[in-house]
């Protein structure tokens, strides 16, 4: 019985510790920007110009 107590008194230590970090993340300003996450995904990708991806067969019809 007297395991039981511990683990509950570790898994209430553990809880507090995360509920600490967390307060201290949002003190910190970890989660002052809510909205460029959500359209980050939509601007991974560079657009590439058309002659830049002309310019590799452009110069294979060259080299032959």
């Known amino acids: 019985m007297g395991i039981i107590y511990f683990l ?3 898994s209430v230590f553990i809880a507090i510790i995360f509920l600490g970090a967390f307060i201290w993340a949002n003190k910190t300003g ?3 920007d809510t909205h460029t996450p959500a359209i ?3 601007f991974d990708d ?3 110009s ?3 991806s ?3 067969s ?3 019809n060259q080299n032959k």
């Open 30 to 32: 970890q989660h002052d």
């Open 8 to 10: 509950i008194g570790c």
């Open 58 to 60: 452009a110069k294979a």
């Open 46 to 48: 560079e657009l590439q």
């Open 54 to 56: 002309e310019q590799p």
């Open 40 to 42: 980050r995904m939509l």
């Open 50 to 52: 058309p002659s830049e």
